[in-house]
């Protein structure tokens, strides 16, 4: 028996180069056009708003020679004014431990959250679950959260630990099971087969290869957390280096002390960067 061969379809050349081709350029033209437009509405809206903003017989000269006369103020002459070098260090140290609590509190419940939330570990109901209601706590900003628990429990520090805890352990959760994800199924998989335990595959598989990630995380929600901490010293009542920089700009107008507390959340940022960049290293070395 002897097989025909195939029929093969071809196309005439000028027929195929009469057909229709998919435009890409005119897609995103058009795209650039929607936002050139937007852009000046924008533009337009603020140039029409902005009289309307600006006090009448407001010297814009003057204003500007005063605010770079405050920011050399601040920042050439720093000094200590109504607070004592002792009572803004006793601040920094409160903002720097409400930061150091909540990130480790954070830290230990959403690493017990983010194996719920994990495909690698958990059954789908359980992870869409867990990710919904997260979500939901991260769409809520951590100063609203603070301002929330400050009407239920009142000013204080109370409501500050809560609320901080509270939008970590909704960050911490997604980027922990997303490192957890990240995982080779292959090896979590052939762990089970044999017979491994779920607790056993965390400690002895998860943690050891997700170190690396989990410790960057958390010490980015330590910054974080730092930041939050000093702008809830004022408005929930937490104290700390805040409310000193409340108290001394927006009540004693102090500028020289407005300078020295920036100094001072200048310095602890980059030591806190630094000793983050020498333990991540040495957490990469050791895997």
Known sequence: MINKPERQLTINPVVASELPKPSVHRIHDSRRTLMRAILLVLVGVTALTMPSLIPHGLNLWAAF?????????????????????????????????????????????????????????????????????????RAIPTILWVLIYSVALGLGANAAVIGLTFHSVAYLTKVYADSIDDLSGDSLSSLSAIGVGFWPIVTQAVI?????????????????????????G?????????????????????????????????LFAVILEIISYMLRNKVIKQH
């Open 208 to 232: 050891p290869e997700t170190m690396p990630n989990l410790l960057s995380w958390t010490f980015i929600r330590f910054e974080i957390n730092f930041t939050n901490a000093v702008a809830v």
């Open 65 to 137: 020679g005063n605010f770079a006369e405050n920011l050399k103020i601040m920042f050439v002459t720093p000094r200590t004014g109504n607070d004592t070098w002792q009572v803004l260090w006793v601040a920094l140290a409160q903002s720097i431990s409400l930061a150091f609590l909540t990130t480790v509190i954070g830290s230990i419940v959403a690493f017990f959250f983010a194996l719920m939330g994990s495909h690698k570990l958990s059954p789908s109901w359980l992870v869409y679950t867990v990710q919904s209601v997260m979500a939901f706590i």
């Open 234 to 266: 004022a408005a929930a009542g937490a104290g700390g280096i805040g409310y000193q920089l409340y108290m001394a700009s927006g009540f004693y107008f102090d500028f020289h002390e407005v300078g020295l507390i920036v100094y001072m959340l200048l």
